[in-house]
């Protein structure tokens, strides 16, 4: 068996290793009630509350500004 052999070999066996801790984490959050889809957040203006925009680019708060000065 040549070195280049054995170097595969032990490839594979760290690749099979990995799979069945992530199987072992996965059965873990499972248990946790993680159910592996990804949140879906929306970001809203914490001035007025909207959701097309945020406070850096809220329109009220432009129009106070223009209006004050």
């Known amino acids: 068996m040549s070195i280049l052999d054995q170097a595969e ?35 809203s203006c914490s001035n007025c509350g909207a959701t097309d925009h945020n406070a850096r680019r809220c329109l009220k708060v432009k129009t106070a500004e223009t209006i004050a000065g």
Do not use: F, H, N, S
Not at 24 to 32: C, F, G, N, P, T
């Open 9 to 43: 070999e032990l490839r594979q066996k760290a690749i099979t290793l990995l799979l069945q801790e992530r199987e072992a984490i996965d059965e873990k959050l499972v248990q946790m009630g993680y159910d592996g889809q990804p949140r879906e957040t929306k970001r």
